[in-house]
Structure formats: C-alpha cells, structure tokens
C-alpha cells in the first residue's frame, strides 16, 4: 500500500511538472510574440491612415535593423550625420532615417535634441516633416524624415555626382526661393519665434515635383528675437562659409535678419548658378555685387540659356543686395521680402499660389 501511494505521488508530480513546464514553454514563446508583434506595431505606425500625422518614437534596436544595420543606401551626410535612405515595412513611401553620431560630445547631443525639439512644433508645406525619432541611445540619435527624391537645390545649381544635372528653369528657380522665403517667415512668426540659422542651398530639399522642403534645425535658435551669442564659443555653431551673416560673426549678434542675409546669398547663388564661397575662398558676395553694375547678362547662370527674364532678374539682385547689406536693421524682413518678390514675380507666384 506504501508502495502504491508513492507511485500515485511520484505520478502526480511528474504530471504537475509537465504541466509546469509547458505552461512555461507557452509563457516565453507568447512573449516573444508579443515582443515581435510590439517591434512591427512600432515600424509601421508611421503608415497607418488614423496616425498619418503622429511622431513615434522608436528605439534604438528598431532604427538598427530599420537601416539594416547602417548598410542602406546614404542620399546624404553632415559632419556628424547620416541620411540612409530606408523603407517602413508593408509601404512603399520611402523614408529618410537621418543618424547622429553625437559621441558623447555635449554640443553634438544638444544640436541634436534642438533638432528634434524644434521639428516636433514646426508642421509647414515647405518645411521637412518628421515622421519620428529615436533618442534612447547614449552616443546617437536619429530622426525619421520624409524623403525628398530629387535632393538638395545645390545638387541642382551646381551638379550632383551621379549624373542626374537637371538644368532648373527660371521659373523653378524663382518658385523654389518664394517656398523657401514662406518657409522662413513661417518660422519668424512662431511663438516663440526661431532663428534657423544655416539656410544654405543643401539644407534646401526638393520634392518629386520639386517643391521646397526646408531642413536641417541644428544651429537654429527659438525664443527670441534678438540674442547675444558668443560666435567664437566652441559650443556654438554659426553657420556655413558663404552664407553666415558677417555681422552676426563679429558681434554675436543673431537676429531674424541673420537668416535675412543668408537668404540674399541663396539669391545670388540662384541666379549665377556659382557656389556660395569660390575655388578661391571667396565669398559669392564679394565677387559678384560689384560686377552687377555693369549690368546682370555678365553674371546670370550660363546654362540657363539666356532663357529668363531680366527685369526679374534685376529685381531679385537689387532684394539680394538689401538682403546682404552690412546692417541689420536696413535688411527687409521676410514678410517684406515675400511682398516684394510676390509684386515683382506675378507670372510665377501665380502659379502657385
């Protein structure tokens, strides 16, 4: 009988143990599950009707395997960044996953939050969209922006190296600096207001239909109209060659008008179609204004074709000079510069507004 009650025991404990053992078995393969269905929830927001216009926050892991391991193809690059050109699963609308290699260094990581910060509050037609973010990971951070197929406005001024060198057209020219004038005075008019700080041909992108899409947040600067910023500070960035506001270089001074001088640059840049700092360093400012007083025929981009229009083109050089002028407080705004430009090119905002 003793020996029949231990069986029973002996029985019932192996039975429980089985039992034990795949409920276990059931525990952990539902949990990968659910950790597997969490990770394609997280990539697919993005494509879902009801949360079009939601910025998801993903995690480091997603962004790594999003970029296949940093393998995708690069549609651009910083001096601390990456742009991979990526897919969300079960879309076809392409993404660009923009990577910050911050590196523990306390300005990169700052330009990088800022970047973020500021594209989570900015929702404008000719403003990059940013679908989502990553910033759960020490040294690096990434943001997930919408594509822009035909690149940067310098690509196209001044040739792209895979050989794509379509010729902008007069009016796509004077069309894309009316989008990116709106862009700006956008931002201007926010409260608070923010100071981009780097408007320069490649942080212009360009669309399927080359429409504008304005980028690239991390010298801007919000909450002011006017601040003391000490440009020789290692923790500060003050723009690109060519296109920073000399006043703002020597004073620390950044303003609106800061971006109001760097859009006369782009100005000129468009209408000549030459870099914004030449072979020889130097500036588009200082070789051209002279020379546009004998006249604009001299200057005017060749490979237009003498296909523009003159009168237009003498407008658009007499705002660029107003623009780069040596005082701040001389320079027209950007809702004045949006006025002028929408009295002195009524053939081409026609179209688009």
Known sequence: M??????????????????LLFLLLLYFLLCHDHHRKDHTIAL?????????????RYKWDEIVSLTGNFSMPVVGHGGFSMVYLCTVPRSSEPIAVKVHRCGGGARLLRAFRQELELLRKIQHRHIVRLHGFSDDHEEEGALMLEYSPNGTLHQKLHGNQDGNNQVLTWQDRMRILFELAEAIEHLHSMDPPIVHNDITSTNVLLDSQLSTRLCDFGSASAGFSAAICRSGSASVVVG?????????????LLSKKTDAYSFGVLILEVITGLPAVGSDGQNLTSRILPCIEGGLRDVMDPRLNGEYNIDEAEQMTALAV???????GLRP??????AIMRQKLPTVIMTIE
């Open 44 to 56: 697919e927001k993005a494509e879902r009707p009801e949360s079009k216009d939601a910025i998801c």
């Open 240 to 252: 690109s060659p060519g296109y920073a506001d000399p006043y703002y270089l020597r004073t620390g």
């Open 2 to 19: 003793h020996l029949s009650l231990a069986l029973g025991i002996a029985s019932l404990a192996l039975i429980l143990t089985f039992i």
């Open 322 to 328: 107003r623009c780069t002028g040596p005082q701040p």
């Open 333 to 338: 705004s950007m809702v004045e510069i949006r």
